[in-house]
């Protein structure tokens, strides 16, 4: 039987958005981040003061689309991506950027994949396809997700346990730290830095999808593997279209783990400005034991 690395009872057990946010340490105002927050942001951007011992503290960016916020009444909006939100508690508030510079941190990027329940509480952390150096951006990372809060992931009126993918990113530009975390990881969103959360499967009576299932019914030795998925997903959070990109190492059961944990796989639709929109999307799927 494969192993189920996230599974519907992890979600439970344990188990961003800011498309992209910011700090900027040459500002004295606010700075952006992940956190539980009343009316959540699809984008943000955050400062902090040089006297910050820890790290940022956050400030709101730009006000929410109407689409991401509860309506007067209170009720829920039909689709809302999983946030990085704002506060203390939002990871990007709690990365300490000064630490990293004193460590000896360089630019550096760091993918990653978090599960986040119905609460906005992360229950399992991934990272993958970093680039050289990032050893300690992707320690400091992990580390201050451990505690953070998101902004829970809503499909139809409803809170939902749902995957975030993200992308970390570490500047030092004019001697001072530069950090972002945007909400998906295309590479031309990211180039362009663009207003752009990526679909989240999600955990529900409206998805078939039951999390990661390593292919331990196949492999003798146990290693970590890497899928890219091209995907097609409508406005609604449908699957249309998917195909294996890339699979890494080959022939190891990765592939067909990949196919048959998401064919089924119902998502929080991509959002663009703001508003829900079909998408093509390249996504990895990273496994391990």
Not at 45 to 66: F, K, L, N
Not at 120 to 146: C, F, H, M
Not at 168 to 193: D, H
Not at 207 to 216: D, I, W
């Amino acid at each position: 039987m494969p192993r189920t690395v996230l599974s519907f009872a992890a979600l439970l057990l344990g188990c961003a958005s800011l498309i992209a946010a910011e700090v900027d340490l040459g500002k004295k105002s606010p700075a952006p981040t992940p956190q539980k927050a009343p009316t959540p942001k699809t984008r943000q951007e955050a400062t902090a003061t040089p006297q910050a011992s820890r790290g940022p503290q956050a400030s709101p960016g730009p006000q929410a689309s109407p689409g991401s916020q509860a309506s007067p009444s209170g009720e829920l909006p039909r689709y809302r991506p999983a946030l990085l939100g704002t506060g203390p508690t939002a990871v990007i508030n709690r990365i300490d950027t000064q630490d990293l510079i004193k460590r000896g941190q360089k630019d550096g990027r760091v993918m990653f994949c978090c599960s986040v329940a119905k609460t906005g509480e992360i229950a399992n952390v991934w990272t993958y396809n970093k680039t050289p150096e990032s050893l300690l951006l992707e320690q400091e990372l992990v580390r201050r997700l451990d505690q953070a809060v998101f902004v829970p992931g809503i499909y139809n009126k409803e809170p939902v346990h749902c995957l975030f993918y993200g992308t970390v990113t570490f500047a030092i530009v004019n001697g001072k730290p530069r950090l972002r975390i945007f909400a998906n990881q295309e590479a031309e969103e990211l180039k362009k830095e663009s207003d752009f959360v990526g679909p989240q499967p999600f955990v529900g009576r409206d998805s078939k999808f039951e999390g990661l299932h390593y292919p331990n019914d196949v492999l003798e030795v146990e290693i970590t593997g890497l899928v890219e998925l091209g995907l097609k997903i409508d406005a609604d959070g449908n699957l249309k279209e998917m195909n294996v990109v890339s699979e890494y190492p080959p022939l190891k059961g990765f592939r067909r783990a990949a196919a048959e944990d998401f064919r089924v796989a119902t998502f929080i639709p991509a959002f663009r400005d703001g508003k829900p929109v079909e998408c093509n999307i390249t996504l990895p799927v990273y496994y391990e034991p």
